[in-house]
């Protein structure tokens, strides 16, 4: 049997009615990268349909290109399909084609951003295991607004205990 304390009762429930407090949400958008960059999906599409010729040509079986094509596509899905991405007071949302991120923002401890989007992480440094631990989430046009719920969710401390 588990137990919650106090604070995360309070935090979960409406103090006045009892009911679970709503996770009210601060920013919803999408984002489908190849229509942001149309020549290089053609170039990849190109480079699919070359490496699927080839895979036949040297295979001479439908089933190995097939196998090409879904291998292709589980590793190229997100470039090509549109991913909705949800902020809300309690939680990070990201809906892909085939599956749901969601995890609370209390889970991320830092963040990195570059030209396309933010990294974030639940370590407090930089670490190998981010790429894989961490949720990558994608600008669109909305920079700004993005790095502004980020930062007020994220406090990322200005002195780390542990070092000397």
Known sequence: ????????????????????APDETLLTWSTLPARERPL??????VFVLI????????TASWFFVAL?????????????????????????RVQYIVNKVEKEWSQ????????????LSPFLRPS????????????A??????????KQKIIVPDDDPDEI
Do not use: C, H
Not at 51 to 58: D, G, H, N, R
């Open 128 to 139: 190998r295991l981010e790429n894989f631990r961490g949720l990558y989430v994608r600008f």
């Open 51 to 58: 490496l699927a010729f080839l895979v036949y040509t040297w």
């Open 40 to 45: 290089v999906a053609g170039l990849v599409a």
């Open 68 to 92: 090409t094509f879904l291998v292709l596509w589980g590793s190229l899905s997100q470039f090509f399909v549109r991913t909705k991405f949800t902020f809300t007071e309690r939680k990070v």
């Open 141 to 150: 046009d909305n920079r700004d607004e993005v790095l502004n719920v980020i």
């Open 108 to 119: 991320y401890r830092s963040f990195y951003v570059d030209k396309n989007g933010v990294l």
């Open 1 to 20: 049997m588990t137990e919650k304390n106090n604070s995360e009762t309070a935090a979960e429930t409406d103090t006045t009615s009892g009911e679970p």
